[in-house]
Nanobody
């Protein structure tokens, strides 16, 4: 089992920045890929960004150039730096772990999930 705990969400004006953090614990000795996904009210959960064990990354088109995912394996943590935020970025953001070496954009590929953190961007 792997536990994930997100933090860093909040309310920000359009154009502002936030940094989300996710700390993992439990059986983290394996080679996990870590991802951020989000879900807005009335919408399906969607992929935002993912990072592999050795640092390879993938981003959704909607956040490319604005968001940056990074990880610190010594701290078992993954981060999402979000710049130039837009009202459309408003959602609950989830950290998730995939116990394989792939870097997947598909929500169902992630086996472990955090509880989510709310991000609200006002116009």
């Amino acid at each position: 089992q792997v536990q994930l705990v997100e933090s860093g969400g909040g309310l920000v004006q359009a154009g502002g920045s936030l940094r989300l953090s996710c700390v993992t614990s439990g059986r983290t000795g394996g080679l996990y890929s870590l991802g951020w996904l989000r879900q807005a009210p009335g919408k399906e959960r969607e992929f935002v960004a993912a990072i592999g064990w050795t640092g390879g990354t993938r981003y959704a088109d909607s956040v490319t150039g604005r968001f940056t995912i990074s990880r610190d394996n010594t701290k078992s943590a993954v981060y999402l730096q979000m710049n130039s935020l837009k009202p459309d970025d408003t959602a609950v953001y989830y950290c998730a772990a995939d116990p394989t070496l792939r870097i997947t954009t598909t929500a169902k590929d992630y086996d472990y999930w955090g509880q989510g953190t709310q991000v609200t961007v006002s116009s």
